[in-house]
């Protein structure tokens, strides 16, 4: 990969990424690998710009009713895509609908009644009932746009042997499991205002390499071929940090994880056994145990930086930090007993047993056996299992548990967490992600309620109320919150990449930003 | 001879299917439900359901296999639940990368120990026997990734002399090649161990037989006992040695894929299998069966025009 | 002189369960021009003889210790391995035990055939090829032609054994060692082997030694009997004088002890008690613990000459029935017919192990 | 005679027959082509008939490959014969159940040529001699035990012994122990295939005394299998000749000795070497190989080598095995 | 009667002295202890057995007590070969997994040994359409690459102790099958078989009784050499994620655990790397040094 020096122009910029992605027909997938390739190579109507607000970017200007049921967009003129076809508004209109029919995230689109376009250049959204965050959804790259003429034509192999779009990148070669090529959009000059850089990319060809075994990853970063990757493992961060070849940044995600309790299992269905809980976790010592150091300790469901996140001085007033004594207190005066700490507590001859299951994977796993021992000092007996994640899923789904650590991946956006985890709507047993089996219609109420609020500091009010809410119930005990690394070789020049963590994606690098110079 | 031929290949007709049978009762007894998976959280049950059945997965077992073997009978080994693509295709695309390193560890494995083993056997409790079986038990011994970590830690990190992972170039290049030795010595050290023994027993055993002391007694010089009386019987077991190798080595490049990056079918089957892909781990494993079958035919024909004894007509 | 002398040859085997005294004193000689059997129950070191003189023995665990093997006047054991390579092979030849396993099934058997001569001579492929045909109508394999081009497994056990014979005829040694070479075969296809051999001593005049277990089938063929017992030779002689006037008791009782195609149905003679181990060096007769004829200390105490106690150059016995130390002397030299008197009266619970 | 009387059956009188064996066939399979049919068989036995007279020994004699063993075990049973019957003292013991050969084990039984091979290594000398005991009678353990030891003594071993493993035995006493076992269940019938052949001519001398004396102990009937012509000549009654699974010829002893009937049966003879001063001379040296039991010569299938050969019907006309003009049977056109 | 007489109580010369198995078994332990290699895989094998027993004893440190005070040590006095990312003492972690070793080679080595010895022996006294139906079964099982197999049914199964014992074992008893056939083939040739059936021995006690004892030597040398490859194979599911899970001492998941840490904390990975490699030269020694011992023609 280390090709032919010179001026940064013709430079390879090689990433690596830790699994092979299944198809790159954007309309098609929501992980994150596949998402990594394809934002560069897809634009959206919208971005988000450092203060977390939704900019136009191949709209111009857009406009809404009052309730926020319908929107008028403009869209960019003469933007072409890479096989030379035009973007205007049927096609876009036409990828949209491709997007909420076929898309995972298809549910972004709300209520969506219809897209008209009503004029060359001009995109009409009707929906049902207010939608207030469309324009943030829509910066997400599922909904960014491929050329129909290439997906027509395509057919099946749209995704595997085709992507065509109109961003900073041009897809050239998928080889499975190895690598994928992408050379430079010569023409491309739409970068975002906020960008240093808003014209082509500053290297020639961008590789994105797969590398699944961690180890193997962190050896190509710091003395093999790849040049820089967002996917070492924590564990393995402080070794490119010390590395002489290479640098490391490190950025707070939003993405939370946190233990899910049962609120229908006994004796997890009693508030104070999932507050002596709440209050026997210590996140700071996970963050250590489980994260070598590599994650921050959250104390609501969504951390700060998430849209509608809980500030952490609210969080941590109305919600708990590690107190074992008020932890024993509680279980006390609920009438679980026992003699001595340590001791399983007892109450009518049941042990306050509880089934805990943890993934096989990292931290998960170890995130167990460090809760298991915080929970066994106020007399909880955690009886840990350790599941491969399609049989923790499947018992999970059975009720099994009554505990379970859990994350989530976004966390962006506080509705999506708060709704994707708690609502009843989506509760486990039926198939969701709701794995507390929480049902409370007041919550539901409150986030429903939330989902349509048009005003923006209403809608915020509500977020953290759901979370007060929450935070009350303990159907969940927020734990850490991960964070980015972004690991690049020295000779790459990253001054910008992380200015602004959500450009072009949460996921991704700000590549506008890498400047290679081997020399 | 033509008649065996055609009687052995169509003994592997039978064993195919029982193949195909086992592959499908693993694949179809497996808890956990990959539509699931496929879909990823916050499915909603409808999608996971219809999923289910666009997938056949609310089919009772025996109608999937027949369904399934109607396909694999013209080439088409059913789609990839997470890619949605032709298990078929997937496969084509990493089986080339597979069979090079399997075929350069195969090369690898015979080139050291072939030699080294008929040189034990020949200087039996010398230095170099005692030098080259100790290493013999030696590799024998090591984990196959391990030493895979050990040699990119000490080659490809330490030293810088290879590149860290990966596959570049056309083949046979110096690229290539590079890229191509570390995973092939990972694969292949173990088995080269185990086959330099083997080597070792065999010539030892055809050292002792009469016919040896038959050619020593008509006053040739021992290299040429050994080479004209000793190899070409050696060479008979020999074959069956390599042919016993074949499986192990494909069965070795599957974790050293993963830990060398390699983009080969191994991989796809490790995805495959954390990802409760069906199709795709039924298929990968299908040709994997495939290939090993293959080799042993070839094997067998092979034994055919090396042992005069075997008359097969 | 002799063509092959052997003198005194001890040789052991340094094995797992202890030192194995293979021989313990082997002499005999073979003339130019003669038979000469080798006659010995199982083990009692026949193979280990030839094979030390064609220096096939594998060391270790084999050791000659002491003796020497002169053929036509070099000592064999003092050759290096080349040197002897020059001799084996040319003018010293061997057939195998085994005919199934002694030939390379790899190999055809024109290739195996040729091979001694393209070694010891430098004639060439085809002059070679045509010799092996010769040599193998000779020992009459008829269709010579096309079993050049064969392979071993394709012939029968008798077709093997003539095969091996060729090869070893067809550099035209002096000296022929033949071991067993009919055991392993029928007794019509022996016939044929036997016939075989009677007719090569005219053709090819060469000397042989034709070991066998068989007594019957030694006295078709040898002109010259050596007798080995438990790693020595206990009697050299005619095989006139083998069957007139045997002078060691043990050949005298092996005698006894073959059933006989034209005597009548009758018991057969045994000999008592069991081979002596090879684990220790002989301290006496091996033969002492059995022999009928046994009298006293010199015979446990005293290992008689391996060469032959008596001075006769035809007739050698190692047995010290026949030296100063005996007091008495053997009854079938004195007074044959009581000898036969006292065999005959045995009794009967006697005839058992 | 102290040993189990209890065990005494009642014999018939001498020299009636005990076995009679009528055209036994014994085919093995030979599979090949490209379904792996059978496309053949080795006609080990072919059509053989033999009559054993209680109290005889009758010998059995011919080339390797030619079907002794095959024919040995077949009588008893122990491969299934292909056809054919085979009589034991008026009970056909091809018909015979499963049960009731298990039965008829205890009256026939069998001492094998590798006295090594015939004992299972793992054992002791006491649980081979009491195996048979323990599954053909209802001798209680301590009969078997006694029996056992006297056996042990019967067969010129000693009672220390019993404990040893087999392997610490030289390969005559191997042989004592197997003929200690065959007569454990106190038979009336063994076939000895090749019991001697793989000792030497001292140890095959005590062997050979130890049957005849067992013989008139116990009253036994033997059929003797071997090659070697001198022994057969030595311990047998009655001789037959086996030639590519068929009999050639059977006869007396002495009279077949003297006077070979049978073309086989004489180049036979005179190719056995004599061990005396006179070598053989008008020795009859047979041409070629026996010919594969899978693809047999037609009609007289020794007529490809026979040097009194008289023509087609040598080859066209199976010769039947009867008795001819001077009492003696043989199966050869030459005596039509 | 006549035969009381004079009786032989000589033995055979060639033999040695002494009673039966035990001298078997005494020349078996001397071939043993005269190959070096063979005589030190034993020594560290029964080592390896009493560590596995009483490793709660002797362990210095609870093999799953977390010390964040004493995160990736290097090898001291205190942590002989150091600490892991969670403070655990590796050289407790790694006597402990001698306990996962033995336990995983002695279940699934019994389970490969019950089903496979017992197919083997049927498959090869039985002939007909048992034995075909048994080794077609075989030659089926044997035309899926070992691992191939292993790796999907355990990751199938969800990894974990209990699948990998299970993968392995389905996977591993065609090897004894085959053997054992192979042997019993050549048992059966013997005569002693034909004299048990004419000894009216039943089918069921002679393969019990005559076959089984005459290749159980063979079955020893093969479970023995069947050690390493189910040492290396849990090593590899595990270090694949498909076999046990990290927390759980086991040698594969300690390499697994620390192969990331190769450069800053190359103890955690390399020591139990050292166990295997050393448990897998023993046991390849002793299963040498046995079949040279009980089979004397392969001892040169
Ligand atoms: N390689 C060996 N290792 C140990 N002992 C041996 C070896 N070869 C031969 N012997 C011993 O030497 C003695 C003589 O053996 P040899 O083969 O010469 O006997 P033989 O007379 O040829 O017997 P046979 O008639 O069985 O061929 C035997 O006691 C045998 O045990
Ligand atoms: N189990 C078997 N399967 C196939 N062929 C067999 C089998 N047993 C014997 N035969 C064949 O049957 C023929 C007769 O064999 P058998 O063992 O009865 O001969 P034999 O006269 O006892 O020979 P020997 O004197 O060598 O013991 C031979 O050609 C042999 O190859
Ligand atoms: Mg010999
Ligand atoms: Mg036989």
């Not at chain 1, 960008?195 to 060809?205: A, K, Q, R, T, V």
């Not at chain 1, 953290?464 to 809410?469: L, T």
């Not at chain 3, 036997?194 to 019957?216: A, G, K, V």
């Not at chain 4, 295939?193 to 130890?210: F, G, H, R, W, Y």
Request: proline residues 5%; negative net charge.
């Amino acid at each position: 990969a280390d090709q032919a020096d010179g001026d940064g122009n013709d430079e390879i910029f090689v990433d690596a990424l830790d699994s092979d992605p299944g198809t790159l027909d954007l309309h098609e997938t929501n992980r994150v690998p596949e998402s990594m390739c394809l934002t560069p190579v897809h634009e959206r109507l919208f971005t988000i710009d450092p203060d977390l607000e939704p900019q136009p970017w191949l709209a111009t200007e857009y406009e809404t009713n009052d309730d926020e049921t319908e929107y008028v967009i403009q869209l960019e003129e003469g933007v072409e895509f890479h096989d030379g076809t035009e973007f205007n508004a049927d096609v876009a209109k036409w990828n949209l609908e491709r997007a909420e029919e076929n898309s995972p995230d298809a549910w972004q689109f709300g209520t969506l009644e219809e897209i008209d376009a009503t004029g060359d250049y001009e995109l009409t959204f009707h929906f049902e009932e207010p939608h207030p965050l469309f324009p943030q959804y829509l910066a997400n790259v599922q909904m960014g746009f491929a050329s129909r003429e290439a997906v027509e034509a395509a057919g099946d192999d749209y995704g595997q042997e085709e992507v065509v779009g109109t961003g900073p990148l041009v897809f050239e070669e998928w080889v499975r499991d190895d690598e994928i090529v992408y050379s430079r959009n010569e023409d491309y000059d739409r970068g975002p205002d906020f960008l240093s850089n808003d014209g082509p990319i500053n290297f020639e060809e961008y590789h994105v390499r797969i590398v699944p075994e961690p180890t193997t990853l962190l050896n190509e970063v710091t003395v093999g071929n790849v040049d820089g990757s967002m996917m070492i493992a924590a564990s393995d961060a402080e070794d490119v940090e010390a590395h002489d070849n290479t640098q490391l940044e490190r950025v707070d995600d939003a993405h939370p994880t946190f233990l899910s309790i049962n609120v229908e299992a006994e004796p997890t269905d009693e508030v104070e056994v999932r507050q002596a809980m709440a209050y026997a976790v210590d996140q700071e010592a996970i963050v250590n145990a489980a994260f070598h150091g590599e994650g921050y300790p959250i104390y609501s469901l969504c951390p700060p930086m998430a849209v509608g996140g809980l500030d952490e001085a609210t969080a941590r007033e109305t919600g708990y930090e590690q107190d074992l004594d008020t932890a024993r207190e509680l279980l006390d005066d609920a009438g679980w007993e026992n003699d001595e700490e340590g001791e399983v507590r007892t109450r009518n001859g049941d042990d306050l047993s509880v089934s805990f299951f943890a993934f096989e994977m990292e931290p998960y796993s170890s995130i167990g056996e460090v809760t298991q021992d915080m929970l066994s000092q106020v007399g909880f007996e955690a009886n840990l299992e350790i599941l491969e994640s399609g049989t923790l899923y499947d018992r999970v789904e059975g009720g099994e548990h009554n505990l379970v650590t859990m994350a989530l991946s976004g966390g962006y956006i506080a509705n999506n967490t708060l709704a994707s985890t708690l609502h009843s709507q989506n509760y486990a047993p039926d198939g969701g992600s709701n794995y507390s089996l929480y049902q409370s219609d007041e919550y539901d109420e409150i986030i429903d309620q939330a989902e349509v609020e048009p005003d923006d500091a209403e809608r915020e009010a509500l977020l953290h109320e759901a979370q007060e809410h929450i935070l009350e119930e303990v159907p969940v005990v927020p734990l850490v919150g991960f964070v980015k690394f972004y690991a690049a070789k020295n000779e790459i020049s990253v001054d910008a990449w992380t200015d602004h963590p959500w450009w072009p994606s949460p996921d991704q690098y700000n590549l506008h930003a890498v400047d290679v110079d081997r020399s | 001879m033509l008649a065996y031929t055609v009687r052995r290949a169509l003994q592997m007709i039978p064993v195919m299917l029982g193949v195909t049978i086992v592959i499908s009762s693993i694949v179809y007894a497996a808890p956990g439900n990959p539509a699931r998976l496929a879909l990823g959280d916050g499915a909603s049950p409808e999608a996971v359901a219809q999923l289910e059945q666009e997938m056949g997965l609310d089919q009772p077992a025996h109608i999937r296999y027949f369904d399934w073997m109607a396909g694999v009978l013209q080439g088409d080994l059913g789609t990839s639940i997470q890619s949605g693509r032709a298990v078929t295709t997937l496969i084509i695309e990493r089986l080339g990368p597979t069979l090079e390193l399997a075929l350069v560890a195969m090369a690898l494995t015979v080139i050291i120990a072939i030699p080294l083993g008929v040189i034990s056997a020949v200087r039996q409790y010398s230095w170099v026997d005692n030098t080259s079986m100790f290493f013999a038990i030696f590799w024998l011994s090591m984990p196959s990734f391990w030493l895979g970590l050990i040699l990119i830690y000490l080659f490809a990190v330490r030293w810088q002399f290879f590149p860290v992972s990966g596959r570049e170039g056309v083949i046979f290049t110096f690229t290539w090649w590079s890229f191509i030795l570390l995973p092939a010595i990972a694969t292949g050290t173990r088995r080269a161990g185990l086959l330099t023994r083997l080597m070792r027993s065999s010539m030892l055993e055809i050292l002792n037989e009469d016919y040896i002391r038959t050619a020593r007694g008509k006053g040739i010089g021992s290299k040429a006992v050994i080479y004209t009386h000793g190899m070409k019987n050696a060479l008979i077991p020999v074959v069956t040695l390599i042919g016993l190798q074949v499986p192990l080595i494909f069965s070795g490049t599957v974790i050293i894929e993963v830990v060398f990056s390699w983009p080969g079918m191994g991989r796809l089957l490790v995805d495959a299998v954390l990802q409760r892909d069906y199709p795709v781990v039924q298929g990968t494993i299908l040709v994997y069966s495939v290939i090993v079958m293959v080799a042993n035919f070839g094997v067998d024909i092979a034994y055919t025009y090396l042992d005069p004894r075997i008359d097969y007509s | 002189m002799a063509l092959l002398e052997i003198d005194d040859l001890h040789v052991r085997f340094d094995t797992e369960q202890g030192m194995v005294h293979a021989l313990n004193g082997v002499s005999f000689s073979v003339e130019r021009d003669e038979v000469l059997g080798v006659i010995g129950e199982s083990g009692c070191g026949k193979s280990v003889t030839m094979m030390s003189v064609m220096g096939l023995l594998q060391s270790p665990p084999a050791e000659i210790v002491s003796g020497e093997i002169r053929f036509d006047g070099t000592d064999l054991l003092s050759l290096s391995e080349s040197e002897l390579n020059e001799i084996r092979g040319n003018r010293i030849s061997m057939i195998y035990q085994d005919p199934m396993t002694s030939l390379n099934p790899a190999l055809t058997i024109g290739k195996q055939v040729m091979e001694p001569l393209l070694t010891h001579t430098d004639c060439s492929k085809s002059e070679a090829r045509e010799r092996a045909r010769e040599t193998l109508e000779d020992c009459g394999l008829p269709d010579a032609e096309r079993l050049l081009d064969e392979y071993p497994h394709e012939l029968s056990g008798g077709m093997r054994q003539r095969v091996m014979i060729a090869m070893a005829l067809i550099t035209e040694p002096e000296l022929l060692i033949a071991d067993e070479p009919t055991t392993a075969l029928d007794v019509t296809i022996q016939a044929q082997i036997l016939q075989l051999f009677r007719d090569l001593r005219t053709e090819f005049d060469t000397s042989i030694i034709f070991i066998t277990h068989d007594l019957p089938v030694v006295s078709e063929l040898a002109d010259r009997l050596a007798v080995m017992y438990a790693g020595t030779v206990a009697e050299t002689c005619d095989i006139d004088e083998f069957f007139d006037n045997p002078l060691h008791p043990y050949t005298r009782q092996l005698w006894e002890s073959v059933p006989k195609m034209d005597a009548e149905k009758e018991r057969l003679a045994v000999i008592e008690g069991t081979v002596p181990s090879f684990h220790e060096p002989l301290s006496g007769c091996p033969f002492a613990s059995r022999c009928e004829q046994h009298h006293g200390e010199p015979c446990e105490q005293i290992v008689p000459d391996p060469r032959g106690v008596t001075d006769e150059a035809s007739h050698k016995v190692s047995c010290h029935l026949y030296t100063e130390r005996s007091d008495t002397s053997p009854p079938w030299e004195t007074d044959s017919e009581d000898f036969q008197q006292k065999l005959e009266s045995q009794p009967e619970n006697d005839v058992k192990l | 005679m102290s040993n189990a009387q209890n065990l005494q059956k009642t014999k018939s009188n001498r020299h009636d027959t005990l076995v009679e064996i009528q055209e036994l066939k014994k085919y093995y399979p030979v599979t090949g082509g490209v379904l792996n049919r059978r496309v053949g068989d080795v006609k080990a036995v072919d059509g053989a008939s033999l009559d054993i007279k209680e109290g005889e020994t009758l010998g059995l004699v011919g080339e390797s490959g030619c079907g002794k063993s095959t024919f040995g075990r077949s009588v008893l049973r122990l491969t299934e014969p292909t056809d054919g019957s085979v009589v034991f003292d008026g009970e056909d013991i091809t018909e015979a159940s499963k049960d009731r050969l298990r039965e008829l084990r205890q009256e026939m039984q069998i001492v094998f040529q590798d006295a090594a091979s015939s004992i299972n290594p793992r054992m002791r000398v006491h649980e081979v001699i009491e195996e048979p005991m323990k599954w053909l009678t209802d001798l209680s353990e301590e009969e078997r035990e006694a029996r056992t030891r006297q056996l042990i003594e019967d067969v010129g071993l000693s009672v220390d012994h019993l404990q040893r493993a087999p392997h610490e035995f030289s390969g005559g006493q191997q042989q004592r122990i197997a003929i200690a076992r065959a007569l454990s269940v106190n038979p009336r019938f063994i076939v000895c295939d090749e019991p001697t052949s793989a000792l030497d001519v001292s140890v095959q001398a005590k062997i050979l005394n130890l049957l005849d004396d067992l013989q008139d102990e116990y009253n036994l009937t033997y059929l003797v299998i071997n090659h070697d012509m001198s022994v057969v000549k030595h311990v047998c009654d009655r001789v037959a000749v086996m030639y590519l699974g068929k009999i050639v010829e059977v006869g007396p002893t002495d009279e077949l000795f003297d006077n070979p009937k049978h073309p086989y049966t004489q180049a036979l003879l005179s190719s056995v070497p004599r061990a005396s001063k006179e070598k053989l001379d008008d020795q009859i040296v047979l041409e070629g190989n026996p010919p594969s039991p899978e693809d047999p010569p037609t009609g007289c299938r020794f007529h490809p080598r026979c040097p009194e050969y008289i023509g087609s019907v040598c080859e066209e006309e199976k010769p039947e095995l009867r008795e001819r003009e001077d009492k003696r049977t043989c199966a050869c056109h030459l005596y039509e | 009667m006549a035969h009381s007489g004079e009786v032989d109580t000589s033995i055979n010369s060639g033999d040695s002295a002494g009673s039966g198995r035990w001298d078997d078994q005494y020349i078996i332990l001397r071939r043993l202890a005269q190959s070096k290699l063979a005589l030190g895989g034993t020594i560290y094998v029964a080592l390896f057995v009493i560590i596995g027993i009483i490793a709660p004893l002797i362990t210095p440190h609870d093999p799953m007590a977390q010390n964040y005070d004493a995160l990736n040590q290097a090898p001291s006095l205190a942590h002989p070969f150091g600490t892991d990312n969670y403070g655990r003492d590796v050289f407790s972690r790694v006597l402990y997994g001698t306990r996962y070793a033995l336990l995983l080679g002695i279940v699934i080595i019994g389970i490969q040994m019950i089903i496979g010895v017992g197919l083997g022996l049927i498959a090869g006294y039985y002939e007909g359409y048992v034995e075909t139906v048994i080794m077609r079964i075989v030659d089926i099982s044997l035309s899926i690459p070992g691992i191939v197999l292993a790796l999907a049914i355990a990751g199938m199964l969800g990894g974990g102790l209990l699948p990998l014992i299970v993968a392995i074992s389905l996977v591993g008893w065609r090897g004894f099958t085959r053997i054992v056939r192979g042997d019993v083939k050549s048992v059966i040739e013997e005569d002693y078989i034909e004299a048990a059936r004419s000894s009216g021995v039943p089918d069921r006690w002679i393969i019990l009784k005559h076959i089984l004892p005459n290749v159980s030597s063979s079955i020893i040398v093969y479970a023995t050499l069947t050690m390493p490859t189910v040492i290396l194979w849990s090593a590899a599911l595990s270090f694949l994620g498909m076999g046990v899970h990290p927390p759980t001492p086991e040698w594969g998941a300690l390499i697994a655990d620390g192969r990331g840490d190769l450069q800053s904390a190359w103890w955690i990975s390399t020591f139990p790397g050292f166990a295997i490699m050393a448990t897998i030269i023993a046991f390849n020694a002793i299963g040498d040094g046995l079949r040279d011992a009980l089979d004397p023609k392969q001892a040169r």
